[in-house]
C-alpha cells in the first residue's frame, strides 16, 4: 500500500454554452488537457494505468474509453465512467486515490469533461405507444414530490436561512472581481483550446447589474447562479515510490468524503462531508490555506460556509462558478484543479467541496508536499 501524491492538476478554461467550445466533442475538450498533464508530470502517454472520467449530460457509451482513445494513451487503458452528477469529476479524484492506495494501479488520471452545446436531446418513452416526451432534468429522486428543480432547491435553502438576494449578489459580485484578479495568475493551470486560455465569462459586476438581473425564482436571479458551461479538469494521481523515482512533491489526499442528505435541499448536502473530513484529519475552519467551494448558487456557498464557520477570506480566492460557469460532470474536477495551484507552497492545506442533485456532498482535504 503506498500513499498517492498528485503529480499535477490541469483544467480547460471553463467556456459559457455555446460559446468558444460549442462544436467541440467531450474527447476535444479532455485529449489536450491530458497531454499538457502528462508533459506536467514527466511521463508518457504509456505509463497510465487507468482513466477514470465523470460526465453527467453525454448519452453513455463509456466517454472514459473515448477519452483515453484520443488521448493517445496505451490500448489497455480501458477508461471508466461515472456520473455522480456534480460531485462526479471530484469523486474520480477520490476513486483514483483508492485504486491507487490498493495498488491495483500505479498511474491514474481522474477527472471530468462537459459540453453542455453538444449534450444530446432527452426524450422519455411513452408506455402507451404514444410520442415521446421531452424532458431536460432527470429524476434524481424516486419521489417526484422531493424532487425539486435546482433554482427552487436554491430558493428554498434562501428562505430557510434567510439569505437575502442582495447577500447573494455582494457573493457574486465578489466572485467576478476575484476571477479577473487571479486571470493571469490561472494561466499556468489551463490549457488553451480553441485559442481561449482563460475564463471568459468573469466581468465586472456592480449591484445596479445585479439589480437588473432577470429573476429565476424569489431571490435567485441569472446573476447569482452560474451558467451552464463547457469545460474539463484532471489530476494526475501516482503512488509516493514512483513520485519519489521522479522527484515530484505534488499534493496528496489527506482525506475525503461522499455524503448523502436531504434530497430537497441538495445545496446544503456538502456541509455533512466537509464536517467529516475535518473530524479525520482534525482540522478546524481556520487550518485552511484555500477553500474551493462550488458555486452552483451563490446562496449554497454563502450556506455552507456559515454552517461549517468556514472564514470567507479563504473561499474561491480566484473567483469560483458564478464568474466561470457550471460544466456539471467537470466541476468538482475543477475546484481541485483550483485548489491545487492555491497550495503553492509546502504544508499548506486546502479544501474543496461541491454539492449535486439528489442530496449529495463531496469534500476533499489537499496537502501541498515538499520541503
Known amino acids: 500500500m503506498s500513499d498517492p501524491v498528485i503529480l499535477a492538476a490541469r483544467r480547460s478554461a471553463v467556456v459559457p454554452r455555446n460559446g468558444a467550445f460549442r462544436a467541440l466533442e467531450l474527447h476535444q475538450i479532455a485529449a489536450p488537457v491530458i497531454a499538457d498533464l502528462l508533459r506536467d508530470a514527466g511521463l508518457a502517454a504509456d505509463n497510465v494505468d487507468e482513466l477514470i472520467l465523470s460526465n453527467a449530460l453525454g448519452g453513455g457509451g463509456n466517454p472514459a474509453r473515448v477519452v483515453a482513445l484520443a488521448a493517445g494513451l496505451a490500448e489497455r487503458v480501458a477508461g471508466l465512467s461515472i456520473d455522480r452528477q456534480c460531485c462526479g469529476g471530484m469523486d474520480a479524484v477520490m476513486l483514483a486515490d483508492a485504486l491507487i492506495r490498493s495498488g491495483q494501479c500505479e498511474v491514474v488520471i481522474a477527472g471530468g469533461v462537459e459540453s453542455y452545446s453538444r449534450r444530446p436531446?432527452?426524450?422519455?418513452?411513452?408506455?402507451?405507444?404514444?410520442?415521446?416526451?421531452?424532458?431536460?432534468?432527470?429524476?434524481?429522486?424516486?419521489?417526484?414530490?422531493?424532487?425539486?428543480?435546482?433554482?427552487?432547491?436554491?430558493?428554498?435553502?434562501?428562505?430557510?436561512?434567510?439569505?437575502?438576494?442582495?447577500?447573494?449578489?455582494?457573493?457574486?459580485?465578489?466572485?467576478?472581481?476575484?476571477?479577473?484578479?487571479?486571470r493571469i495568475h490561472m494561466r499556468s493551470e489551463i490549457t488553451a483550446i480553441a485559442g481561449i486560455d482563460s475564463d471568459p465569462f468573469a466581468r465586472s459586476m456592480t449591484e445596479r447589474l445585479c439589480s437588473r438581473a432577470p429573476v429565476l425564482r424569489g431571490s435567485i436571479t441569472t446573476a447569482n447562479a452560474a451558467v451552464a458551461a463547457d469545460g474539463a479538469g484532471f489530476c494526475l494521481m501516482v503512488s509516493a515510490r514512483l513520485a519519489q523515482k521522479l522527484a515530484h512533491s505534488g499534493w496528496r489526499m489527506l482525506a475525503g468524503a461522499t455524503r448523502g442528505a436531504?434530497?430537497?435541499?441538495?445545496?446544503?448536502?456538502?456541509?455533512?462531508?466537509?464536517?467529516?473530513?475535518?473530524?479525520?484529519?482534525?482540522?478546524?475552519?481556520?487550518?485552511?490555506?484555500?477553500?474551493?467551494?462550488?458555486?452552483?448558487?451563490?446562496?449554497?456557498?454563502?450556506?455552507?460556509?456559515?454552517?461549517?464557520?468556514?472564514?470567507?477570506?479563504?473561499?474561491?480566492?480566484?473567483?469560483?462558478?458564478?464568474?466561470?460557469?457550471?460544466?456539471?460532470?467537470?466541476?468538482?474536477?475543477?475546484?481541485?484543479?483550483?485548489?491545487?495551484?492555491?497550495?503553492?507552497?509546502?504544508?499548506?492545506?486546502?479544501?474543496?467541496?461541491?454539492?449535486?442533485?439528489?442530496?449529495?456532498?463531496?469534500?476533499?482535504?489537499?496537502e501541498r508536499l515538499g520541503q
Open 121 to 182: 436531446l432527452r426524450l422519455r418513452t411513452d408506455p402507451e405507444g404514444g410520442a415521446p416526451e421531452a424532458y431536460d432534468q432527470p429524476s434524481f429522486t424516486p419521489w417526484p414530490e422531493r424532487d425539486p428543480d435546482m433554482v427552487a432547491a436554491a430558493e428554498a435553502i434562501s428562505l430557510r436561512l434567510g439569505i437575502t438576494r442582495e447577500v447573494q449578489d455582494q457573493w457574486s459580485i465578489a466572485s467576478h472581481a476575484r476571477a479577473l484578479a487571479a
Open 262 to 366: 436531504d434530497p430537497e435541499l441538495p445545496g446544503l448536502a456538502p456541509v455533512g462531508a466537509i464536517r467529516a473530513v475535518m473530524a479525520v484529519t482534525d482540522l478546524c475552519p481556520t487550518s485552511f490555506e484555500a477553500v474551493e467551494m462550488m458555486e452552483a448558487f451563490a446562496v449554497q456557498a454563502i450556506a455552507c460556509a456559515q454552517l461549517t464557520d468556514l472564514p470567507q477570506t479563504l473561499i474561491n480566492r480566484g473567483g469560483g462558478a458564478l464568474a466561470r460557469g457550471h460544466p456539471i460532470g467537470a466541476s468538482g474536477a475543477i475546484n481541485l484543479v483550483r485548489l491545487c495551484h492555491e497550495l503553492g507552497l509546502p504544508g499548506q492545506r486546502g479544501l474543496a467541496a461541491i454539492a449535486a442533485a439528489g442530496g449529495i456532498g463531496t469534500a476533499v482535504v489537499l
